[in-house]
């Protein structure tokens, strides 16, 4: 789950601009009585199970931030161990999930790591890497969108918060909020109605909690507790309650 903090003011005004030009389409996504599927951005300190992941990859003189690491010969992204990835490829056949499923899902942990590094960085001093990190966060999230990994409100202001850092010239800015906007409703459909907007939240959220599911199994430190089984066993509990409509 993405969790973003706002303290600077140029960020509150990007995100308020980005609301503004949504105008009822905002509205009648906060009002309407789907809004226990839309939980993915939370404007606050909230921690998840994936917040809590150790956070490597970020050196102390700048960023070294690859949302894209090398692939190997057999197709696994070089981030992530041999061991693991087959046992995630498993597990996620066993639920009838696509080939892709596993590079998706391992690329969504990244870049919720690299955004949340990003976050961490302090807004003076590190403004120079903020920026950088932003600029590389800006450009993958059209490719986390596409897979349906935020929602449009989510993936509107998740944007706009970059676009904050990005860029300090405010007629610019607008614009790169204004082409971002453009970007997203191009690729995720605006629901026409409450029953839409819960079923693109509940696909989100399949997602989502798969991706977690593989996140704490990794960072599980009892050899027990990180066997392929219990990888599946997870896999197989987060379908269980989307099938069951428990989300």
């Known amino acids: 789950?993405?969790?973003?903090?706002?303290?600077?003011?140029?960020?509150?005004?990007?995100i308020a601009a980005g609301v503004a030009v949504l105008g009822g389409l905002a509205y009648?996504?906060?009002?309407?009585?789907?809004?226990?599927?839309?939980?993915?951005?939370?404007?606050?300190?909230?921690?998840?199970?994936?917040?809590r992941m150790v956070q490597t990859g970020f050196g102390a003189n700048g960023p070294a931030l690859n949302l894209h690491p090398p692939?190997?010969?057999?197709?696994?992204?070089?981030?992530?161990?041999?061991?693991?990835w087959l046992a995630l490829k498993n597990a996620l056949a066993k639920i009838g999930m696509p080939e892709n499923a596993a590079g998706n899902l391992v690329a969504l942990n990244r870049y919720q790591k690299g955004f949340?590094?990003?976050?961490?960085?302090?807004?003076?001093?590190?403004?120079?890497?903020?920026k950088q990190m932003a600029a590389m966060l800006l450009a993958d999230l059209p490719d986390r969108v596409a897979n349906g990994e935020f929602s449009l409100i989510e993936s509107m202001l998740m944007g706009a918060s970059l676009i904050a850092d990005v860029e300090q010239d405010e007629a610019r800015r607008n614009q790169q909020l204004e082409t971002w906007q453009g970007k997203v409703t191009a690729v995720?459909?605006?629901?026409?109605?409450?029953?839409?907007?819960?079923?693109?939240?509940?696909e989100t959220e399949y997602k989502r909690r798969q991706a977690e599911a593989f996140a704490q199994w990794q960072?599980?430190?009892?050899?027990?507790?990180?066997?392929?089984?219990?990888?599946?066993?997870?896999?197989?509990?987060?379908?269980?309650?989307?099938n069951a409509q428990a989300f």
């Open 1 to 14: 789950m993405i969790t973003y903090q706002r303290s600077q003011a140029r960020t509150v005004a990007v």
């Open 28 to 51: 009648w996504f906060m009002s309407s009585g789907s809004s226990d599927q839309r939980e993915g951005v939370v404007l606050s300190s909230a921690s998840s199970p994936m917040d």
């Open 71 to 84: 692939i190997t010969s057999d197709g696994r992204p070089s981030d992530v161990q041999p061991d693991d």
């Open 116 to 130: 949340e590094s990003w976050q961490a960085l302090d807004e003076e001093k590190e403004a120079g890497r903020r």
């Open 188 to 202: 995720v459909p605006v629901p026409q109605d409450d029953a839409q907007s819960k079923s693109q939240g509940r």
């Open 219 to 242: 960072s599980q430190s009892d050899a027990l507790a990180r066997t392929p089984a219990k990888l599946e066993q997870a896999m197989e509990e987060v379908r269980r309650a989307y």
